[in-house]
């Protein structure tokens, strides 16, 4: 039977890793946010603007992880920009997340319309390879499916790992979660929710940002307009699936990724007979699937959504 | 220290200037970007109001592209007053304008008295439908609307394309993937010869009456602006709540599906999967320098559509990127939303006082 044989195949495992990773920066970044309390629908244009910075910031010679850490370094400049918007000033999270989208999508497409204003074919960049681990790399198997993979894909695993152990094994982590949760209890203690919640988005955002890099610095090695195509918004929609954890926001996604590696592998077998676009459309199907599957019981954090201000309930 | 006190009332007046401020403080702030691509700054924004106002064809540019707007800005207008948000107007765009091909390409064929009613209701019913599915994923679920509108448009633009190339695609098209043309019984006539501007834009502005009309004097606008305020206070006056978002969702999804079949059978006369570059996304910003007031949304509409005609010709005079509209649009967004805070609190600058108390509540 040949659809055990896709799953059986070490070169699809990689390739469902391959597409999670971007998704498990922005299920993360976006985690952190909302953990904090503010919802980031500027996640999008953040996807758009690690994207565009990571790789244009190694085309002029920065050093690829030097285009992971300005790509990072953008994310969090757009998220203190989200942060100021919605925490002291308390607007509405909704519209200043979609004003942050477009902002940061058109500050990146104008930025690369005018630094390459006449290119045919979008100019290339030397992006990361898949390692070769000694012994690791030849496992059969596992080798090529989880070792070969970037760089990049182990400090997304990486950062699973990190944003875990911050969030639940230090005091950081509990005032962020509460700040999320009960911010004037955690005003109470003598910390500042402001500080707190902009510190959470800002961090969030950069790795959302990283989530862009991936794109351009690691799975392609080029800048392509309409490349986030919806990422973005897929993050929002595993993050609810996540019930805002760490480890299942890494499975959320790594599930998200096997069945888009398998529809893509699908489609060489019937895509004569099925048009390709049903196939495309199944990554957002899915995770409107999600999202419905769990709306009922989400457990939200408590205080998403609401703006704080001092001394008022 | 900034303090915010809040504000009790409000003359309408300030509140009608805040968004025009906020609209000329993103045109202004345009400035920055214009100058780092290398373009001369006053000479930019000389094009940039020629090329929108400048001459009759100009202003017949300028008004045909802002007919989507008001549609598109209606949409979702009338949506984020019950605190629906729908951002999924430009799936909604697509499918009215698929409806209204699918019924007015020669399927049937009737007088224009007949077929223009016709398609209008096609695509009304196409756009509110679509929007229904997250209504009621909303309603009956509990799934945020935010998220299910923002991924369908995804999957309608790849339906879109789909049919396109597929059961829709005209066989006359030299192999492009586009859908057969209007018939002319279908087609909203131009309004004045070798001009662009169509009856698309009468469809809007009686439109923008009839929701005007609707928030202002009826039931409806009465539930809709109370669901908006307070859903919980809403429901226990009595008012249906389900049921008003419902409402609420299919005008807004009609309005969107008026777009798209204004632009088929308006401005193009036939279906391509481009045939809006973000109509559905920028209606939010039109909604929202409107106060999302309906006939603000007319006025916001002619400013947004100002930004991109002008920017368009400013762009192709100067090698000016035309991506400074679109910066544009965003920054008119960030700007109205920073100066509704203006609306509801007076901004103080008071000295911090140097009591022990006081600084140590400050800390």
Redesign the interface.
């Known amino acids: 039977m040949e659809y055990i044989d896709i799953l059986l195949s070490a070169n699809f495992w990689a390739a469902a890793i391959r597409i999670a990773t971007p998704l498990i920066f922005g299920v993360l970044g976006a985690l952190v946010c909302e953990r904090a309390g503010v919802l980031n629908l500027g996640i999008e244009g953040i996807f758009v603007v690690g994207a565009m910075c990571g790789w244009m910031a190694v085309w002029l010679g920065a050093g690829l992880w030097g285009g992971v850490l300005i790509a990072a370094l953008a994310g969090a400049f757009f998220g203190l920009l989200h942060g100021i918007l919605t925490v002291p000033l308390g607007l509405s999270q909704h519209v200043s997340g979609l004003g942050i989208t477009m902002f940061a999508t058109s500050v990146s497409y104008f930025t690369y319309r005018t630094a390459l204003p006449k290119v045919s074919s979008p100019p290339r960049i030397e992006a990361f390879q898949p390692l070769d681990i000694p012994v690791l790399s030849d496992l059969p198997f596992i080798g090529p499916a989880l070792f070969q993979q970037t760089s990049m894909t182990f400090l997304a695993l990486a950062m699973v790992l990190l944003v875990s152990y911050v969030l639940y094994r230090t005091p950081l982590g509990l005032a962020i979660r509460a700040v999320g949760d009960n911010p004037s209890a955690v005003e109470a203690q003598g910390l500042s929710v402001f500080a707190l919640r902009i510190g959470a988005i800002m961090a969030g955002s950069a790795l959302m940002a990283l989530g862009g890099a991936f794109l351009t610095m690691s799975a392609f090695d080029a800048f392509f307009f309409g490349m986030i195509n919806g990422r973005g918004w897929i993050c929002i929609a595993l993050v609810v699936f996540a019930s805002w954890r760490p480890g299942k926001a890494l499975l959320g996604a790594l599930l998200f990724g096997a069945f888009d590696a398998f529809q893509i592998r699908l489609q060489n077998e019937v895509g004569a007979v099925i048009p390709s676009q049903v196939f495309l459309m199944i990554p957002y199907l899915l995770s409107i699937v999600a999202l419905v599957l769990v709306a009922r019981k989400a457990d939200y954090p408590r205080a998403l959504l609401q703006p704080y201000f001092r001394g008022q309930r | 220290m900034i303090r915010?006190e809040p504000r009790s009332n409000v003359s309408s007046l300030f509140a009608l200037a805040l968004p025009i401020v906020a609209g000329i403080t993103a045109l202004a702030l345009a400035a920055i970007?214009i100058a780092?691509?290398g373009g001369e700054v006053f000479a930019a924004y000389g094009h940039i109001f020629k090329g929108a106002f400048g001459s009759k064809f100009a202003l017949s540019e300028l008004l045909a592209r802002a007919t989507p707007l008001i549609f598109t800005g209606l949409a979702v207008s009338v949506a984020f007053r019950a605190k629906l948000?729908n951002?999924g107007a430009e799936g909604q765009l697509y499918v009215g304008a698929l409806a209204a091909v699918a019924v007015g390409s020669g399927a049937i064929s009737a007088p224009a008295y007949i077929m223009i009613p016709l398609i209008m209701l096609a695509g009304m019913i196409a756009g509110g439908t679509l929007m229904l599915v997250p209504t009621l994923?909303k309603t009956r679920?509990?799934?945020?609307e935010?998220?299910?509108t923002?991924?369908?448009?995804?999957?309608v633009l790849?339906?879109v394309?789909?049919m396109l190339?597929?059961p829709m695609k005209d066989p006359m098209g030299m192999g492009w993937p586009q859908s057969e043309p209007m018939t002319s019984a279908a087609t909203l006539p131009k309004m004045f010869p070798r001009m662009r501007i169509h009856w698309g834009l009468v469809i809007a502005l009686v439109s923008t009456l009839v929701i005007y009309i609707m928030m202002k004097r009826s039931v409806w606008g009465f539930e809709i602006r109370a669901t908006g305020e307070n859903v919980s206070a809403a429901k226990h006056a009595g008012i249906p709540v389900t049921s008003t978002f419902i409402k609420v969702g299919l005008i807004s999804g009609a309005l969107a599906g008026l777009a798209g079949v204004s632009e088929v059978a308006g401005l193009k006369g036939y279906l391509t999967s481009d045939i809006s570059p973000g109509f559905g996304?920028t209606g939010?910003?039109v909604a929202?320098l409107a106060g999302l007031s309906p006939v603000g949304v007319v006025i916001a509409a002619v400013f947004i559509a100002a930004v991109f005609v002008g920017a368009d010709s400013m762009s192709r005079a100067m090698?000016?990127?035309s991506?400074?509209a679109?910066?544009v649009?965003?920054?008119s967004?960030?700007c109205v939303?920073?100066s509704?805070?203006f609306v509801r609190f007076k901004i103080r600058f008071v000295k911090p006082k140097k009591t022990p108390l006081a600084a140590k509540g400050e800390?």
């Open positions: 915010f970007p780092a691509a948000w951002i994923l679920l509990g799934a945020d935010v998220v299910t923002l991924l369908l448009n995804f999957v790849l339906f394309q789909m190339e597929g996304y939010v910003v929202m090698g000016v990127s991506y400074i679109d910066l649009v965003a920054m967004l960030i939303l920073i509704s805070l800390a």
